[in-house]
């Protein structure tokens, strides 16, 4: 039992910090893409620790499973209103869709429609969408994970468009459009009460398209030093972040400021190729665009109207889609084509994370390990550098693992870094005591992998 003592020990007195990664939107709008499988686990190779999909796509849940990457799913527009008529329709589309495949695949929110409000009409019912039904779905789904306990691992929410303002400029005066502020307001008052994100997907691009002549490309692209000033006093450095605050003018609006939800960007990206009149969609901009976007997820910066909080961003695209309708740039805001190439050069690196081949991708951890049945235990590549040492210190010391290999003239002592050193010392602990998950958890910094993470003369057990 003593290794269940330390285990316990670990778990009570080790704090949680965990340093956010990135997120992507992974469409599936095309003929030529790679296998569910593949994606996933290429997708452990990068700084990419959250997907979002727009169905419950039964192949993506089961390949997502046990690679420590979080996923949100969707209800798809034209199922809104079905799920909104009573809790049993709810109960089962979540149990047929969703429960199986969980917890090996960590499902962290449910995505109710997608831009739902922007498509939908008040006034002509043809579409089939009902404005109304969209907060009696979220509720009814909110039920369904009430009675099972999962409430607070998966949050319920729904993605807007930014067409849900009646402007975005200046940001401090923004509210929702007139007609939608009664639905508005229910959503962002279910959103409040159940601790659940408010998802915006934000696209500069689209704002410079349309107005060219009175915006300025480095602003939309995330780089205008020179900032725009808001009557307010807050000062914008490029678009992004002031229609972030603006959709924050817009909740405040309604009253919730003492009872404010987070604010996630759930899709944002800029295409490759587009229109005649798509002058700017070109792989340069869309390659400076999502650099700096992925560098502006990762910072932990706060807007100017809220410079403390973090916001979230998924990225949008994983995949250019060469099916989905619309104009040329909709089927080219995907930072990969379909064999996996890149269409321009963003780094999506991640020195330590989990084994992928060479596919675009990112650069290989591993070479020549024929993969088997054998599972290993890493530290997940995002985890905070504190909770990662005091994981390494339990290993070596009370826990029993011999980590001569890693330290200075072992074979793994290279490379000298912290998560390095951790995972070997966590997967022989693992393996020690039978490979069960809870003893790769450690706080919730461990990662089972079915990818050897042995490199060159550095070699990780397994029984």
Known sequence: MAHSYHLFLIIIFIPFYYVSGIGINYGTLGNNLPSPKRVAQLLQSTLVDKVKIYDTNSQILEAFSNTGIDLIVAVENNLVKNISSDISVADEWFSSRVMPFIPATSVTAIAVGNEYLSTADDDDDDNGLDPKALIEAMQNIHAVLLARGLDRKIKVTTPHSMAILASSFPPSSSTFAATLMPIMTAVVGFLADTGAPFMINAYPYFAYRDNPDTVNLEYA???????????????????????????????????????????????????????????????????????????????????????????????????????????????????????????YDVDLRCEFCSDGDKFGFGEKVTSGVVRGPSVWCVAKPHADEKVVQAVLDFCCGPGGVDCREIYENGRCFQPNKIHAHASHAMNTYYQMHGRNYWNCDFKGTGLVTFSDPSYGTCRYSQQ
């Open 221 to 343: 692209l995330l780089g205008n030093a020179s900032g725009v000033h808001d009557p307010r006093g807050y000062i914008y450095n490029n678009m992004l972040d002031a229609q972030i605050d603006a959709v924050h003018s817009a909740i405040n609006a309604l009253g919730f400021g003492n009872r404010s939800t987070d604010i996630i960007v759930s899709e944002s990206g800029w295409p490759s190729k587009g229109e005649a009149n798509e002058a700017a969609a070109t792989p340069e901009n869309a390659r400076t665009y999502n650099t700096r976007l992925i560098e502006r997820g990762q910072s932990s910066k706060g807007t100017p109207m809220r410079p403390k909080e973090n916001v979230q961003i998924f990225v949008f695209s994983l995949f250019n889609e060469n099916k989905k309708e619309g104009v040329a740039s909709e089927r080219n805001f995907g930072i990969f084509n379909g064999d996996g190439s890149k269409v």
